[in-house]
């Protein structure tokens, strides 16, 4: 092979390696703002969700009385306050896994993203066994039906 080949063999693979390098980036691009677009919606489900909670939440709270109130506060501040504090510490392990090197952190955040969507997975558990509950509740409770 002459030299001008192999330098032309050479420049014709950089060119090549060049476009998929911009192909990758590009799908990249796309994909990340898939995923973003994603997100936003889970996000705005998830407020509308919430919105609507809060409006079945006040209606519950027009019917129920002084002691079922009181409760319910009670633990509405326990679970606020054991949010927070899982939030702290998520944020602690956050700003620890942000010192990591290149795609650990991609990794780390993922994987994080992962066990918080596993756990309100088991929270939307623990509501729908709940609000069964409730309805049984309500369903053998004689005077007080919703609807």
Do not use: C
Not at 11 to 18: G, L, Q, S, T
Not at 83 to 106: L, N, T, Y
């Amino acid at each position: 092979m002459k030299l001008s080949d192999m330098f032309s063999t050479l420049a014709e693979n950089a060119r090549a390696f060049e476009e998929r390098a911009s192909e990758w980036q590009k799908d990249l691009t796309a994909r990340n703002e898939e995923m973003i677009g994603n997100v936003r919606k889970w996000q705005d489900a998830a407020l509308e969700r919430q919105d609507e909670m809060n409006r079945q939440m006040r209606g519950y709270f027009d019917e129920a009385g002084e002691n079922v109130r009181k409760q319910w506060e009670t633990m509405h501040s326990a679970w606020e306050d054991q949010f927070e504090k899982m939030k702290a510490r998520g944020e602690e392990m956050r700003v620890a896994a942000g010192k990591m090197q290149g795609g650990d952190f991609a990794d780390w955040a993922e994987a994080y993203a992962a066990q918080m969507v596993s756990y309100a997975q088991k929270m939307q558990d623990e509501a729908a066994n709940a609000i069964a509950s409730a309805t049984e509740a309500r369903a053998k409770s004689p005077g007080k039906k919703k609807g």
